[in-house]
T-cell receptor, first 115, second 111 residues
Protein backbone atom coordinates (compact mmCIF):
# COMPACT_ATOMS: atom_id res chain seq x y z
CA UNK A 1 0.00 0.00 0.00
CA UNK A 2 1.33 3.42 -0.95
CA UNK A 3 1.60 5.98 1.81
CA UNK A 4 -0.43 8.46 -0.21
CA UNK A 5 -3.10 7.47 -2.71
CA UNK A 6 -4.52 9.87 -5.25
CA UNK A 7 -6.93 9.05 -8.05
CA UNK A 8 -5.02 9.88 -11.23
CA UNK A 9 -8.20 10.63 -13.15
CA UNK A 10 -8.26 12.05 -15.72
CA UNK A 11 -11.05 14.33 -14.61
CA UNK A 12 -12.92 16.43 -17.17
CA UNK A 13 -15.45 19.08 -16.13
CA UNK A 14 -17.28 21.99 -17.78
CA UNK A 15 -16.28 25.54 -17.01
CA UNK A 16 -17.96 26.81 -13.84
CA UNK A 17 -18.19 23.38 -12.20
CA UNK A 18 -17.08 22.65 -8.65
CA UNK A 19 -14.12 20.30 -8.66
CA UNK A 20 -13.23 17.97 -5.82
CA UNK A 21 -9.78 16.42 -5.66
CA UNK A 22 -8.89 13.94 -2.95
CA UNK A 23 -6.06 12.02 -1.36
CA UNK A 24 -5.98 9.35 1.30
CA UNK A 25 -2.96 8.46 3.35
CA UNK A 26 -1.83 5.83 5.81
CA UNK A 27 0.91 7.57 7.83
CA UNK A 28 -0.66 9.11 10.94
CA UNK A 29 2.53 11.12 11.56
CA UNK A 30 1.82 13.49 8.66
CA UNK A 31 1.27 17.02 9.96
CA UNK A 32 1.58 19.24 6.88
CA UNK A 33 -0.72 18.81 3.92
CA UNK A 34 -0.05 20.57 0.65
CA UNK A 35 -1.58 20.95 -2.77
CA UNK A 36 0.54 21.68 -5.81
CA UNK A 37 -0.59 22.57 -9.32
CA UNK A 38 1.59 21.47 -12.22
CA UNK A 39 1.03 22.69 -15.74
CA UNK A 40 2.28 20.54 -18.59
CA UNK A 41 6.08 20.53 -18.80
CA UNK A 42 6.40 22.92 -15.86
CA UNK A 43 7.46 22.56 -12.24
CA UNK A 44 4.94 22.12 -9.41
CA UNK A 45 3.56 25.33 -7.93
CA UNK A 46 2.41 25.40 -4.32
CA UNK A 47 -1.27 26.37 -4.12
CA UNK A 48 -1.79 26.12 -0.39
CA UNK A 49 -0.95 24.11 2.66
CA UNK A 50 -2.53 23.38 5.99
CA UNK A 51 -1.11 22.26 9.27
CA UNK A 52 -2.93 19.48 11.08
CA UNK A 53 -6.72 19.31 10.62
CA UNK A 54 -9.17 21.90 9.42
CA UNK A 55 -10.05 24.00 6.43
CA UNK A 56 -8.23 26.73 4.58
CA UNK A 57 -9.65 28.96 1.89
CA UNK A 58 -7.85 31.03 -0.74
CA UNK A 59 -10.05 32.62 -3.36
CA UNK A 60 -11.72 29.84 -5.36
CA UNK A 61 -9.68 27.14 -3.64
CA UNK A 62 -10.53 25.40 -0.36
CA UNK A 63 -8.37 22.74 1.27
CA UNK A 64 -9.78 20.38 3.87
CA UNK A 65 -7.96 17.95 6.12
CA UNK A 66 -9.66 15.19 8.10
CA UNK A 67 -6.93 13.49 10.11
CA UNK A 68 -9.36 11.10 11.77
CA UNK A 69 -10.21 9.66 8.35
CA UNK A 70 -6.74 10.26 6.88
CA UNK A 71 -8.35 12.10 4.01
CA UNK A 72 -7.63 15.46 2.41
CA UNK A 73 -9.50 17.37 -0.26
CA UNK A 74 -9.06 20.35 -2.53
CA UNK A 75 -12.18 22.07 -3.85
CA UNK A 76 -12.10 24.43 -6.79
CA UNK A 77 -15.15 26.63 -7.21
CA UNK A 78 -16.19 28.22 -10.51
CA UNK A 79 -13.52 26.25 -12.34
CA UNK A 80 -11.84 27.90 -15.32
CA UNK A 81 -10.03 26.48 -18.36
CA UNK A 82 -6.85 27.96 -16.86
CA UNK A 83 -7.27 25.52 -13.95
CA UNK A 84 -6.51 22.64 -16.35
CA UNK A 85 -3.39 21.03 -14.92
CA UNK A 86 -2.19 18.11 -12.83
CA UNK A 87 -2.90 18.53 -9.11
CA UNK A 88 -0.55 16.86 -6.67
CA UNK A 89 -1.17 16.37 -3.00
CA UNK A 90 1.89 16.18 -0.77
CA UNK A 91 2.38 15.49 2.92
CA UNK A 92 5.10 15.95 5.49
CA UNK A 93 5.67 14.69 8.99
CA UNK A 94 7.30 17.78 10.40
CA UNK A 95 9.21 20.91 9.46
CA UNK A 96 12.98 20.89 9.53
CA UNK A 97 14.99 18.58 11.74
CA UNK A 98 15.63 15.28 9.96
CA UNK A 99 12.77 15.78 7.53
CA UNK A 100 13.97 18.63 5.31
CA UNK A 101 12.34 18.37 1.92
CA UNK A 102 10.89 14.95 2.70
CA UNK A 103 7.55 15.37 1.03
CA UNK A 104 5.47 12.33 0.18
CA UNK A 105 3.54 13.01 -2.99
CA UNK A 106 0.43 11.49 -4.46
CA UNK A 107 0.50 10.40 -8.09
CA UNK A 108 -1.35 13.51 -9.25
CA UNK A 109 -4.82 14.01 -10.76
CA UNK A 110 -5.06 15.33 -14.31
CA UNK A 111 -7.84 17.93 -14.52
CA UNK A 112 -9.28 19.39 -17.70
CA UNK A 113 -11.81 22.21 -17.57
CA UNK A 114 -13.47 22.66 -20.95
CA UNK A 115 -15.23 25.88 -22.03
CA UNK B 1 12.47 37.75 -10.61
CA UNK B 2 13.92 34.54 -12.10
CA UNK B 3 13.23 32.26 -9.08
CA UNK B 4 14.71 28.78 -9.57
CA UNK B 5 16.49 28.23 -12.88
CA UNK B 6 17.47 24.80 -14.16
CA UNK B 7 19.67 23.96 -17.12
CA UNK B 8 19.54 22.15 -19.44
CA UNK B 9 15.81 21.69 -20.10
CA UNK B 10 16.35 18.50 -22.08
CA UNK B 11 19.21 16.03 -22.41
CA UNK B 12 19.82 12.62 -23.92
CA UNK B 13 22.67 10.63 -22.40
CA UNK B 14 24.18 7.34 -23.38
CA UNK B 15 24.57 4.62 -20.77
CA UNK B 16 27.74 5.19 -18.77
CA UNK B 17 28.06 8.89 -19.55
CA UNK B 18 28.11 11.54 -16.84
CA UNK B 19 26.53 14.96 -16.61
CA UNK B 20 25.75 17.78 -14.24
CA UNK B 21 22.29 19.29 -13.90
CA UNK B 22 22.56 22.93 -12.93
CA UNK B 23 20.26 24.72 -10.48
CA UNK B 24 20.44 28.37 -9.45
CA UNK B 25 18.08 30.41 -7.28
CA UNK B 26 18.09 34.16 -6.76
CA UNK B 27 15.80 34.32 -3.71
CA UNK B 28 18.57 33.87 -1.12
CA UNK B 29 16.92 30.71 0.16
CA UNK B 30 18.93 28.52 2.50
CA UNK B 31 17.12 25.28 1.70
CA UNK B 32 17.49 23.60 -1.65
CA UNK B 33 16.33 20.21 -2.93
CA UNK B 34 16.54 17.85 -5.86
CA UNK B 35 13.59 15.64 -6.79
CA UNK B 36 12.89 13.23 -9.58
CA UNK B 37 9.45 12.68 -11.05
CA UNK B 38 8.63 9.42 -12.75
CA UNK B 39 5.32 8.90 -14.58
CA UNK B 40 2.53 8.04 -12.16
CA UNK B 41 4.92 7.98 -9.21
CA UNK B 42 4.86 11.50 -7.79
CA UNK B 43 8.13 13.21 -6.82
CA UNK B 44 10.89 11.65 -4.74
CA UNK B 45 13.66 13.48 -2.89
CA UNK B 46 17.19 12.76 -4.10
CA UNK B 47 19.33 15.18 -2.04
CA UNK B 48 18.81 18.31 -0.03
CA UNK B 49 20.88 21.13 1.43
CA UNK B 50 20.18 23.40 4.40
CA UNK B 51 22.90 25.89 3.51
CA UNK B 52 26.20 26.39 1.74
CA UNK B 53 28.54 23.51 2.49
CA UNK B 54 25.82 21.29 4.01
CA UNK B 55 24.12 18.51 2.05
CA UNK B 56 22.40 15.26 2.91
CA UNK B 57 20.76 12.29 1.23
CA UNK B 58 17.09 12.02 0.52
CA UNK B 59 15.06 8.93 -0.33
CA UNK B 60 16.71 7.96 -3.62
CA UNK B 61 20.36 9.19 -3.61
CA UNK B 62 22.06 6.23 -5.30
CA UNK B 63 23.79 7.18 -8.55
CA UNK B 64 23.82 10.91 -7.76
CA UNK B 65 26.05 13.43 -6.03
CA UNK B 66 25.60 17.05 -5.06
CA UNK B 67 27.62 19.98 -3.81
CA UNK B 68 26.65 23.38 -2.39
CA UNK B 69 29.51 25.84 -2.46
CA UNK B 70 27.28 28.94 -2.59
CA UNK B 71 23.78 29.82 -1.41
CA UNK B 72 22.63 30.26 -5.01
CA UNK B 73 23.84 27.07 -6.70
CA UNK B 74 23.03 23.42 -6.09
CA UNK B 75 24.25 21.21 -8.96
CA UNK B 76 23.31 17.53 -9.26
CA UNK B 77 25.90 15.19 -10.70
CA UNK B 78 25.02 11.92 -12.43
CA UNK B 79 27.90 9.47 -12.70
CA UNK B 80 27.68 6.45 -15.01
CA UNK B 81 24.17 7.13 -16.28
CA UNK B 82 21.76 4.18 -16.33
CA UNK B 83 18.34 3.77 -18.02
CA UNK B 84 16.73 3.80 -14.56
CA UNK B 85 17.77 7.46 -14.27
CA UNK B 86 15.50 8.44 -17.15
CA UNK B 87 13.19 10.90 -15.44
CA UNK B 88 12.25 14.53 -15.00
CA UNK B 89 14.43 16.25 -12.44
CA UNK B 90 13.24 19.21 -10.41
CA UNK B 91 15.26 21.54 -8.26
CA UNK B 92 13.47 23.49 -5.55
CA UNK B 93 14.33 26.04 -2.89
CA UNK B 94 12.62 27.41 0.19
CA UNK B 95 13.12 29.90 2.99
CA UNK B 96 10.98 27.92 5.40
CA UNK B 97 9.50 24.50 5.53
CA UNK B 98 7.25 23.13 4.17
CA UNK B 99 6.97 25.65 1.33
CA UNK B 100 9.12 25.15 -1.74
CA UNK B 101 9.54 26.87 -5.09
CA UNK B 102 10.27 24.58 -8.01
CA UNK B 103 12.23 25.10 -11.19
CA UNK B 104 10.84 24.10 -14.58
CA UNK B 105 12.62 20.78 -14.66
CA UNK B 106 15.20 18.90 -16.72
CA UNK B 107 13.95 16.02 -18.87
CA UNK B 108 16.66 13.39 -19.01
CA UNK B 109 16.64 10.29 -21.20
CA UNK B 110 19.34 7.64 -20.86
CA UNK B 111 19.67 5.34 -23.87
Amino acid sequence: QKEVEQDPGPLSVPEGAIVSLNCTYSNSAFQYFMWYRQYSRKGPELLMYTYSSGNKEDGRFTAQVDKSSKYISLFIRDSQPSDSATYLCAMKESAGGTSYGKLTFGQGTILTVHP
Amino acid sequence: NAGVTQTPKFRILKIGQSMTLQCTQDMNHNYMYWYRQDPGMGLKLIYYSVGAGITDKGEVPNGYNVSRSTTEDFPLRLELAAPSQTSVYFCASSYREPEAFFGQGTRLTVV
